[in-house]
């Protein structure tokens, strides 16, 4: 059993930075591929970032590339985000999420624990 729990989140300005942070318990946390989700209001939960259980892979949505960097701890049972030159339309609840094989990365359904958000809101 995993759980997530994701902190970080906030109010930002155009072109700022915040750094969400995903802290996991459970001892298998280290075996997981953990991603982030972003859900904007009104619309869909998308896929933002995926990192691998060692961190040798990582994989970006293409609106993240370049701005987004994903990175993990294990020691510390702690995934991050840090996001840069954020944008208005950045703005949504960010989610991490664990599945036990990074293929199929995209596929919400495959991802078997989530966290429970965090509240992104980047001003114009």
């Known amino acids: 059993q995993v759980q997530l729990v994701e902190s970080g989140g906030g109010l930002v300005q155009a072109g700022g930075s915040l750094r969400l942070s995903c802290a996991a318990s459970g001892r298998t946390f280290s075996s997981y591929a953990v991603g982030w989700f972003r859900q904007a209001p009104g619309k869909e939960r998308e896929f933002a970032a995926v990192?691998?259980?060692?961190?040798?892979?990582?994989y970006y949505a293409d609106s993240a590339k370049g701005r987004f960097t994903i990175s993990r701890d294990n020691a510390k049972k702690t995934v991050y985000l840090q996001m840069n030159s954020l944008k208005p339309e950045d703005t949504a609840v960010y989610y991490c999420?664990?599945?036990?094989?990074?293929?199929?990365?995209?596929?919400?359904?495959?991802?078997?624990?989530w966290g429970q958000g965090t509240q992104v809101t980047v001003s114009s």
């Open positions: 999420a664990a599945k036990a094989a990074i293929r199929d990365y995209v596929i919400e359904s495959l991802y078997d624990y």
């Open positions: 990192i691998s259980w060692s961190g040798g892979a990582t």
